[in-house]
């Protein structure tokens, strides 16, 4: 469910920004020294004007109090162990941060978020924001302007998830987490990971079958485009207005995953899997072959997993007669400008970026670091053998557009290929919609 404001008010939102955010000129240089100064910044004709912009001496000693962290379900853990650390360190000199979970669903998150910044409430002072969602919260003003701080140590960041801050010609957060996906698969099957997605397709049918997110939200997306990319897809065209999603490559990468359905290589159930439902199928030790994300890879050792030391993860594989491809996910700490303590905000959302959480959350928890020396840390790989695969894995995912209209843009991919993989239409007409409804979604702005 959305929150009160659904997919329409949202849409609407976004196109007025843009009628006012898109007024073209020259870039130019922000005022940042005063923490409520205002900033003015354009690329590609798009410009942000009159953010707050942070002041990055605010975080050394910010008034005392509590602030409210806000993020997905913690359903690793790692949300409630990043807030704990940071309030240990920090308990005695009176600074103290709260967990708000939102639903695991990205749409959802997005939802919850969008409903408090519209009431102007200072619910999630830090927000754990999907690097999809950079443009749209920047052309509504209603995070921080953060490059002051950014700027300070850029080069301690890996340079794909710094870009998903990075829009308009500014840095709109601190990079917390990165992702990407893999296929898990089951060594004690004795199995190679094979080559190629249709392989994958052709064993899983044998060895109990694949696993993915299906649902029709953000995670399918990722789902589909993996395979659509691979197989030579695109979603816009080269001038980022017009969409380039009716192809045969994305027809066919769409085919191969409704006839896996049909033909038994992923159960049906799939349509209706976001990422812990997909766990939950994985560590009941029925299946062959699971696509998550990194976090996985932890999570699914414990608890009464089934599956416990019996699987390993490979980089996504090839899509025969074409590439391959990873879409690069994760999540940002933007600072809401409806927070009474933006100091604080920062020496939380800065803590989050600390080599030190980053080795534990990388370590323990499988989430992919956003800073390079992370990888090279002793204790992270032994703890997690495909670090290096990892962190190249990041620097060749593809980025998923970058608009502020990405969520509708998304959203006619995702609802589209959900309704053929349920079989509600063909994989012809399913692109071809959903090409159609991206191009509606482009031409609100
Ligand atoms: C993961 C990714 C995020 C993506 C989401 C989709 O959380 O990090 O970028 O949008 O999954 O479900």
């Keep these: 469910m959305r929150g009160r404001f659904g997919l329409g008010a949202a849409l609407a939102v976004s196109a007025c920004a843009l009628v006012v955010a898109a007024c073209g000129g020259s870039s130019s240089s922000s005022s940042s020294s005063g ?22 001496s605010s975080m050394n000693s910010p008034p005392k109090g509590t602030i409210h962290y806000c993020q997905g379900k913690d359903t690793t853990g790692a949300g409630k162990a990043v807030v704990s650390e940071f309030n240990q360190k920090y308990a005695a000199q009176g600074y103290k941060v709260v967990l708000t979970e939102f639903p695991a669903s990205a749409d959802q998150q997005r939802a919850q978020f969008i409903q408090r910044q519209q009431a102007k409430s200072n619910d999630c002072d830090v927000f754990s924001s999907d690097v999809i969602w950079t443009a749209e919260f920047a052309s509504q003003k209603w995070l921080y302007d953060m490059t002051p701080y950014v700027n300070q140590s850029r080069t ?18 601190v990079p917390e987490t990165s992702d990407a996906a893999f296929l898990f698969y089951r060594t004690d099957k004795g199995t190679a990971p094979p080559a190629t997605w249709q392989a994958v397709y052709q064993q899983a049918a044998k060895q109990g079958g694949i696993v993915y997110q299906g649902a029709p939200y ?3 997306t990722c789902d589909f485009l993996e395979l659509g990319f691979a197989a030579g897809g695109q979603v816009l065209d080269s001038s980022g207005k017009k969409s380039a999603f009716n192809s045969p490559a994305n027809v066919k990468a769409l085919q191969l995953m409704v006839d896996g359905i049909k033909n038994g290589s992923a159960p049906k159930a799939v349509t209706t899997y976001m990422e812990p439902q997909t766990d939950q199928a994985w560590t009941s030790g029925k299946y062959g072959y699971m696509r998550n994300w990194t976090y996985a890879y932890a999570a699914d050792q414990t608890g009464g997993s089934k599956v416990k030391g019996k699987y390993a993860v490979a980089p996504l594989p090839t899509f025969e007669g074409a590439g391959k491809a990873g879409i690069l996910g994760g999540h940002n700490s933007v600072i809401s400008v409806y ?29 992919a670091a956003i800073l390079n020396a992370t990888y ?13 695969e990892l962190k190249q894995a990041l620097g ?8 502020p209209v990405y969520p509708q843009i998304s959203q006619a991919i995702y609802k589209n290929v959900n309704d053929a993989l349920a079989g509600r239409v063909s994989p012809a007409d399913a692109i071809k919609k959903a090409s159609d409804q991206i191009n509606s979604a482009l031409s609100t702005f």
């Excluded at 301690?156 to 990075?166: C, F, N, Q, R």
């Excluded at 100091?343 to 989050?352: E, N, Q």
């Design 35 to 56: 923490g409520g100064g205002g900033s003015s910044s354009s690329s590609g004709g798009v410009t942000v004007t009159g953010a707050k912009v942070i002041d990055p």
């Design 376 to 388: 090279d840390d002793a204790g992270v790989k032994k703890a997690i053998p495909y670090a290096a």
């Design 396 to 403: 060749q995912a593809k980025a998923r557009p970058v608009s």
């Design 339 to 367: 927070t009474k303590n933006p100091g604080l905000a920062l020496k939380y959302a800065d803590f989050t970026a600390s080599p030190e959480w980053q080795k534990i959350s990388l370590e323990k928890y499988s989430s």
């Design 218 to 220: 953000e995670g399918l």
């Design 156 to 173: 301690k960041y890996i340079p794909a998830p710094l870009e998903t801050v990075h829009y308009a010609g500014k840095y709109w957060g």
